[in-house]
């Protein structure tokens, strides 16, 4: 995960997914980058205060944690587009 010139599925993690995932379909340059724009279940809405909202509840197992853990070693990090 520390490649900064590889780039991996937002989903590769276990994070809460939506029930099936949606690609964005994406220009030749993009695609070359290895962005991959996916819908996901945040719903951010502008000009409007949250203070928290819980997006799902899961139970993560040993090797889900392990796989958490590695990515934060290795300084994984995503970028989110509105």
Known sequence: FANPNEVYNYYKLPY?????????????????????????????????????????????????TARFKAAILDDYYFELML
């Open 16 to 64: 809460c997914a939506p029930q099936e995932l949606e690609y964005r379909r994406e220009d030749l340059g993009a695609l070359m980058k290895g962005d991959r724009a996916t819908k996901t279940l945040y719903q951010i809405r502008f000009l409007e205060d949250v203070t928290a909202r819980t997006l799902c509840k899961a139970t993560l197992s040993r090797d889900d």
